[in-house]
């Protein structure tokens, strides 16, 4: 009975994180596909260039609480399980990134799930361990976004400063060793969900944002970009 409660609380915490919201609510608002513009993805990035800066905020906002609600989902199935968390919340970034609501056939002709890149869930199912990471994780965020100027790099900086965090706080003896695998095997899952942008960086073709794409676009007579750049998530 034990693993049963178990296996539904992973099965629901993964059909939670494959809610797409950036394609509901770019569709309410516009009528139009989200997966049809820019880079496909269903976060808040591809949303607020289908649909503008509010979708943008909002499915950003609901893919967070779609990780930070697994905390809730413990609480149902199994109270204080370290373990469960840490996998409920890496099973709502795989619905997010691979979502069964969006399931197609390839050119090739083969069944794909596709969704967003897992940052803004990831953030959530940090939260749902210890919800004052935020705090840390966000103005950090900000300042690699900001700063490094890369929308891709700042998605893979979530899951490393959350894996930081983590690690002092089991170091200080706050909180268990094991909410470190959650910010490990996460910020693999955001790796991976990104190898087209790391490419990109690795040719130095990944589009710019922040002070890097101000500058640079200042240099060519262009307009200034500041968020036009690849998904947070």
Same mark, same amino acid.
């Given at each position: 009975?034990?693993?049963?409660?178990?296996?539904?609380?992973v099965?629901?915490?993964?059909?939670?994180?494959a809610?797409?919201?950036g394609?509901?609510i770019?569709k309410?608002?516009t009528?139009?596909?989200?997966?049809?513009?820019?880079? %496909?993805r269903? =976060?808040? *990035?591809?949303?607020?260039? /289908?649909?503008?800066?509010?979708a943008?905020?909002l499915t950003a $906002?609901?893919?967070?609480?779609k990780?930070?609600?697994?905390?809730?989902l413990?609480?149902?199935?199994?109270?204080?399980?370290a373990?469960?968390q840490?996998?409920?919340?890496?099973?709502a970034i795989?619905?997010?990134?691979?979502?069964i609501?969006?399931?197609?056939r390839?050119?090739?002709g083969?069944?794909?799930l596709?969704g %967003?890149?897992? =940052?803004? *869930?990831?953030?959530?199912? /940090?939260?749902?361990?210890w919800p004052?990471i935020w705090?840390i $994780?966000?103005?950090?965020?900000?300042l690699?976004?900001?700063?490094?100027?890369?929308a891709?790099?700042?998605?893979?900086s979530?899951a490393?400063?959350?894996?930081?965090v983590?690690?002092?706080?089991?170091v200080?003896?706050y909180?268990?060793?094991?909410?470190?695998v959650?910010?490990?095997?996460s910020?693999i899952?955001l790796?991976?969900?990104?190898?087209?942008?790391i490419k990109?960086?690795?040719?130095?073709t990944?589009?710019?944002v922040?002070?890097?794409?101000?500058?640079?676009?200042?240099?060519?007579?262009?307009r200034?970009?500041f968020?036009?750049?690849?998904?947070?998530?």
């Amino acid at each position: 009975m034990e693993v049963l409660n178990y296996a539904l609380c992973v099965l629901a915490s993964y059909v939670l994180g494959a809610i797409p919201f950036g394609l509901i609510i770019v569709k309410i608002g516009t009528g139009k596909d989200v997966r049809g513009v820019g880079s %496909g993805r269903t =976060g808040g *990035t591809n949303a607020m260039r /289908a649909a503008g800066v509010f979708a943008g905020v909002l499915t950003a $906002i609901f893919d967070v609480l779609k990780g930070a609600a697994t905390y809730l989902l413990v609480l149902q199935f199994s109270p204080g399980n370290a373990w469960l968390q840490v996998v409920c919340g890496l099973a709502a970034i795989l619905g997010h990134n691979y979502s069964i609501f969006l399931m197609h056939r390839n050119e090739e002709g083969k069944l794909q799930l596709t969704g %967003g890149a897992g =940052g803004a *869930t990831c953030l959530g199912g /940090a939260i749902a361990i210890w919800p004052h990471i935020w705090t840390i $994780i966000l103005p950090l965020g900000l300042l690699v976004y900001i700063i490094i100027g890369y929308a891709s790099v700042t998605t893979m900086s979530i899951a490393l400063i959350a894996t930081g965090v983590f690690i002092y706080r089991a170091v200080m003896g706050y909180a268990s060793w094991i909410y470190v695998v959650y910010g490990v095997v996460s910020e693999i899952l955001l790796i991976w969900a990104l190898r087209p942008n790391i490419k990109r960086l690795i040719d130095g073709t990944e589009r710019s944002v922040g002070i890097r794409s101000y500058i640079q676009r200042s240099k060519a007579g262009k307009r200034p970009d500041f968020y036009n750049g690849d998904d947070l998530d």
